[in-house]
């Protein structure tokens, strides 16, 4: 019988366009993001999830998920079960207001990104490799992202996690979605390894492999030092905790920041509710910045202390001066450090972490804290990724880079939103290497014309480049980096 993969249409339900597969068992599903069309694409259920056990790692993860006696996994709660994280003396737990990783585009005060982890910072005994494990979870997709640290190769191993829910047979609502419907009545799970998800938006080693293939990979920390300022446990602060002597007139210390943490998220959830599987109280308490940078750098040591080629192992994470912006831009309005942070950071096809400790658009936080219910429901229609993205102000889409700015030549535009997967350094037996953006400069004729039809697709197809959770061009955009491709061809008959 020809699997799930082989079996793809499109339809339009509700004016929004929506992919139909059909399951080995005859079952048909709706696959309502170009990401469930691309993970159909590989494949699903247990003969997918064996094809990853199959390849042999040592990892908390797979020795878990890829045991045969283990109970079902009907939500989050029976996932943490499974790897041993739902002991809150052996686990801890970070929030993040802000993202820029895989689900950076929905992530904000009012749907935060969970991290939950085994507790590494056990003195009293000697940590095992195969301690260091993590998941991560956003709601709004029906995905959570798994990374633990394999004792036989001391090196990372990334995995994703895809469920789906009753909703699944016909189209889940952004109600589904982007409330605690989403962490529990599971119907099935599919498991996707790193190996599987390369090629796709989905693609784990081109963030968590920053130096290039055959590189080693690592877990990632923009703001990895105090303050953090988009973790749950920042409350703002005054020029005499935040500004250097330098900055500061020797009076009583002016508000630099203002920060909420997760009273909003509290708020709407209620005091009693959960978010990810996790009482917000826990929540609410969690010391996130600073307990989970200090999980990144024992993590680092305990793989710098392995067998693993410690003078071939080098660690560098993509900071960000917290405490110079907050400062410069109290002071002046302005923020020269965030300037070049900005233009750095898209030199490499990365976004920047927003200049502010607020992401949320203040429409939004006050229709959304009145009533969630039916804010959600007066927007059945549309997608939860929709959603959640508007969650956030469109002052910080531009100036992080997931949108470009009216000024931005089509060089720049090409490079923030591409480099990051289609850099010199990609592997290249992979098909986004065949596209360096990099070197717009020397760009050929059949290369070109691929970009610009890509670039051109509608918002709906799985094709369409940049990827929607990476970012999005808007009309002028794409007008713009048209008539630069069109203007640098050599052979105009080939460019039509």
């Known amino acids: 019988m020809r699997s799930w993969r082989a079996l793809l249409f499109g339809l339009v339900v509700a004016g929004t366009a929506v992919w139909v597969g059909c399951t080995r068992s005859g079952k048909a599903i709706a696959l309502h993001s170009p990401e469930d069309v691309w993970l159909a694409r590989i494949g699903a259920g247990p003969a997918q999830t064996s ?10 993860i797979a020795t878990a998920l890829c045991d045969k006696a283990m109970p079902p996994i009907r939500g989050l709660g029976d996932l943490y079960r499974a790897l041993r994280l739902d002991q809150t003396g052996e686990r801890l737990v970070a929030v993040t207001t802000h993202s820029l990783g895989l689900s950076a585009r929905t992530v904000s005060g009012l749907n935060p990104r969970v991290v939950v982890y085994q507790d590494i910072s056990h003195k009293r ?4 490799y195969e301690e260091v494990v993590a998941t991560t979870f956003a709601r709004g997709e029906q995905l959570v992202e798994l990374a633990a640290l394999d004792p036989t190769t001391y090196e990372y191993n990334f995995y994703l996690l895809r469920f789906t829910q009753a909703c699944n047979r016909t189209r889940c609502t952004p109600e589904d979605l982007l409330t605690e419907k989403i962490e529990s009545g599971w119907t099935d799970w599919t498991l996707y390894g790193e190996r599987d998800l390369e090629d796709t938006p989905l693609d784990c080693a081109s963030c968590h492999m920053p130096f290039g293939a055959g590189t080693h990979k690592m877990l990632l920390m923009r703001q990895e030092f105090d303050p953090w300022m988009h973790w749950s446990d920042f409350r703002g602060g005054d020029e005499r905790t935040l500004c250097r002597t330098a900055d500061f007139d020797g009076t009583v210390g002016k508000i630099v920041a203002v ?8 708020a709407v ?20 910045g600073k307990v989970f940078a200090t999980f990144v750098v024992d993590a680092e040591g305990l793989i710098r ?4 080629r410690p003078s071939d192992y080098r660690y560098e994470q993509a900071g960000f001066a917290t405490r110079e912006v907050l400062c410069e831009r109290f002071h002046t309005g302005t923020s020269p450090t965030w300037d070049r942070l900005r233009r750095e950071a898209f030199a490499q096809g990365l976004p920047v972490p927003f200049y502010g400790p607020d992401v949320v658009d203040a429409q939004r936080r006050v229709e959304v804290a009145a009533d969630r219910t039916a804010f959600l429901r007066g927007r059945a229609a549309d997608s939860a990724f929709a959603v959640a993205a508007s969650f956030i102000a469109a002052e910080v889409a531009g100036a ?3 949108v470009p700015r009216p000024d931005d030549t089509a060089p720049e535009i090409l490079r923030a939103m591409c480099v990051r997967c289609h850099a010199a350094a990609a592997a290249p037996h992979l098909r986004r290497a065949r596209f360096n953006a990099e070197a717009i400069d020397h760009i050929d004729p059949v290369t070109a014309n691929a970009v610009r039809r890509r670039l051109s697709l509608p918002r709906s197809s799985p094709e369409l480049m940049p990827p929607l959770r990476v970012g999005e061009l808007p009309p002028w955009a794409i007008a713009r980096i048209d008539r630069y491709l069109r203007d640098r061809c050599t052979d105009p008959g080939a460019c039509d």
């Not at 920060?259 to 509290?266: F, K, N, P």
């Not at 509710?273 to 308490?285: D, Q």
């Open 259 to 266: 920060a909420e943490g997760l009273d909003l998220l509290r």
């Open 269 to 288: 959830e209620g005091a009693g509710g959960r978010y990810a599987g996790v009482p917000v109280a826990e929540l609410h308490a969690a010391e996130s």
């Open 51 to 60: 094809r990853v056990c199959g390849q042999g790692a040592t990892d908390r």
């Open 125 to 128: 005994r000697r940590v095992n």
């Open 305 to 308: 202390n392995s067998p693993y």
């Open 400 to 402: 992080v880079g997931f």
